[in-house]
């Protein structure tokens, strides 16, 4: 069983920055995919940004420039580095990792961080 942990969320002015990680654990053969998705209040859960085995990143229009995803394949982490935030950035971050154990592929999400932009 993969297990997602996350970390990084919190409060944070316009314009300000926060750096998003999660962590994998559990008998992890290989990672074909790791991706931030988010939900603003109200709003269906979205794509922000996303790696795959390959090294190739995908964001948001909304993001673009911005934001910049990152892993640690020694670490089993992902991160999310996010800048110039603006208030229409806040909702839950959730991290998902596809991939393969020794036994089967799996896909997972960690539990949400809370990422508040706001003054």
């Known amino acids: 069983q993969v297990q997602l942990v996350e970390s990084g969320g919190g409060l944070v002015q316009p314009g300000g920055s926060l750096r998003l990680s999660c962590v994998a654990s559990?008998?992890?053969?290989?990672?074909?995919?790791m991706g931030w998705y988010r939900q603003a209040p109200g709003k269906q859960r979205e794509l922000v940004a996303a790696?795959?085995?390959?090294?190739?990143?995908n964001y948001a229009d909304s993001v673009k420039g911005r934001f910049t995803i990152s892993r640690d394949n020694a670490k089993n982490t992902v991160y999310l580095q996010m800048n110039s935030l603006k208030p229409e950035d806040t909702g839950v971050y959730y991290c998902?990792?596809?991939?393969?154990?020794?036994?089967?592929?799996?896909?997972?999400w960690g539990q949400g961080t809370l990422v508040t932009v706001s003054s």
């Open positions: 998902n990792v596809r991939g393969l154990t020794v036994l089967n592929s799996f896909n997972a």
């Open positions: 559990g008998n992890i053969f290989s990672f074909n995919f």
């Open positions: 790696t795959a085995s390959g090294g190739s990143t």
